[in-house]
């Protein structure tokens, strides 16, 4: 349950998604007025997440990765509830191959953060391994909160920081400038 150290950092009229240290709970439904739905309908979710001029880093490869991503986070932000475990596998497995490739130009750049980058790649697969799993088993509405609040929030501020880094390093090593 949240309390003194706690972060809620996602709610979609079900249940809310609180960060407790490294991890994601499930707390206690708040909201008012309708009658509760397990699965509340992808209809009253957020309007999907689509590319921005903002998202590129001027890194040809990896803005190309990461419209990938945003096309795939859309697509499970979209998904009726019968399709959003296909989605999640779909994300999960375009981002193991993202973080993968992104490790490759971390070698190839000798990037001084590489451990904390690396580092939160880690945390964001372990956590998307989890809603992968949630998703499948149709337990979609903790997911939802997941690709509607919180991906999209932490894509901003990755990109923002460790990936344009990466990005800056590549393009100073002649490694797929735009
Ligand atoms: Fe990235
Ligand atoms: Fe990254």
Redesign the pocket.
Known sequence: MPGRGNRRIAQCCGPAIVRHGAGLFLAARRCVGAPPSKNPPAATMTTPITWQDSHALGQAE?DSIHQGFVELLARAQSAADAELGAAMEALYSHTQS??AR?TELMTATALSSRKE?EG??ARVLGEMDQMRARAVKGRVAFVRGYVNEVLPGWLHT??MT??AE?ANACKRAGIGAA
């Open positions: 990896m993202h973080f992104e980058h939160d790649h990755h990109l460790m990936d990466l």
